[in-house]
């Protein structure tokens, strides 16, 4: 979807209600999140065909100043079609939040949860906001079943279910109150109806039906014989794929050596690093990670420099003659992808609006590199006894038996921005 103006849609009292959503966005200094929608009102549709028609012809909203406004205008009717995990069942959730908490029981409840905040929040709704601020409890399904195991979990659970059973009509009383269906010009609604209903008939023709298994059989050659060799060859070529990705995943795993990626607001760079028991070890020298702007930048470095602290591992030498040979081939896998960008900010909004796993791959880079430079900065402005160290360690882990942060969180946001700096000062481009 372009510029992260999405399309949902919402299950309601009245209905399914399509709109936009744009999560949060910069412009300049300043931090958005909008819906579909003007001042008081939030825009839902019946269908899909009425809001493209109105997107189309429309140029006063709250989202007409997004700066992928302009790009969400002109896509097709078909690709404003909410996806799967972006259709949210207000209704539901009681009947939900009485099943047992499976993960997909829990994934579907926090993803309404989420949503039903946000709205709330951007369209400051009280009865809304003081389900979420009064009940922190309900945080706890962010962290899939580990808080509703055994009975402790189970009690949990219940008390989770017996505020939603309680409060939950009011809940979607307010945000049915808030939703409004603008006119919209009846030419365009035919027109995108028209885009709908063809993109459909397109999809129909693609699916594989009963005629499509006609196979063209070489004079002497039964069709099972060509079938067979057919499925052969198909799994030769996925073997070999596998093989070929395996060999590679081998070839790190051996060498006790990965590959990986830090994403800056500067750049995106690549560079190594292993453990030597707890102790991380990066392609650097005295404290300072040397990292390059492509794969290709660090595999000729590879092959011609010695002059670092891995060199003095001893299977390093192998990445060395791949390197040299032309065989290496850098592959980072999503564990050692550490994305910085968005967290300072991130943070400012508090624990339950941050992505926990961006989050805590980012610690665990920023000590990584202090521990390379014999730096306890990071280790000690991330202790639990400090601001930032509390917030973090209660948005990785979330408790609701523990006290969580208040905010504002502006101080700790700055911690985290001095923190990134730190690293970033680390780092020497090669």
């Not at 009102?41 to 269908?47: E, H, K, N």
């Amino acid at each position: 979807m372009a510029g992260d103006i999405v399309p949902i849609e919402l299950g309601l009292t009245d209905g399914n209600a399509f709109t936009l959503w744009a999560p949060r966005w910069r412009e300049g200094d300043d931090e958005w999140e909008a819906f579909l929608g003007l001042d008081e009102d939030l825009y839902g549709f019946g269908d899909v065909a009425h809001l493209v028609a109105f997107i189309r012809t429309n140029d006063d909203n709250d989202l007409v100043e997004h700066p992928a406004w302009e790009t969400v205008v002109g896509l097709q009717a078909e690709e404003l079609v909410p996806a799967e995990d972006k259709s949210y069942d207000l209704i539901g959730v009681p009947e939900l939040a009485s099943e047992d908490p499976s993960p997909e029981v829990i994934a579907e409840l926090e993803d309404v949860l989420e949503i039903v905040r946000i709205i709330g929040e951007v369209c400051e709704l009280t009865t809304v906001t003081k389900f979420f601020n009064g009940n922190p409890i309900l945080g706890a399904v962010t962290t899939g079943t580990r808080n509703f195991i055994g009975k402790e979990g189970q009690e949990l659970w219940g008390r989770i279910g017996g505020l939603i059973d309680k409060h939950w009509d009011d809940v979607v009383d307010a945000i049915d109150d808030v939703i409004s269906t603008p006119e919209v010009d009846a030419s365009a609604v035919s027109v995108a109806e028209a885009e709908l209903e063809a993109a459909a008939s397109a999809e129909d023709e693609d699916e594989p039906g009963e005629d499509d298994d006609v196979e063209i059989v070489t004079p002497g050659e039964d069709s099972d014989a060509s079938e067979s060799r057919g499925r052969h060859a198909a799994a030769a070529d996925d073997e070999d794929d596998a093989d070929e990705q395996d060999l590679e995943d081998d070839f790190w795993g051996g060498v006790g050596i990965d590959p990986i990626r830090i994403v800056t607001d500067a750049s995106e760079y690549f560079t190594l690093r292993c453990y030597l028991g707890d102790d991380p070890i990066f392609l650097g020298k005295d404290g300072s990670i040397y990292v390059f702007t492509s794969e290709r930048a660090l595999v000729r470095y590879l092959a011609d420099n010695t002059d670092h602290e891995l060199s003095e591992v001893s299977t390093y030498s192998e990445i060395q003659v791949a390197a040299t040979d032309g065989s290496l081939e850098v592959d980072v896998f999503d564990e050692n992808v550490y994305v910085l960008p968005g967290l300072a900010e991130d943070i400012t909004d508090g624990p339950r609006r941050i992505d926990r796993k961006q989050l805590e791959l980012a610690v665990e880079l920023l000590n990584d590199a202090a521990d390379f430079a014999d730096d306890d900065s990071v280790s000690e402005a991330l202790g639990s006894t400090t601001p930032l160290g509390w917030f973090v360690n209660y948005a990785i882990n979330p408790d609701p038996k523990r006290l969580a942060p208040s905010g504002p969180f502006d101080n700790e946001s700055e911690a985290w921005r001095a923190l990134v700096h730190e690293l970033e000062d680390r780092l020497t481009v090669k």
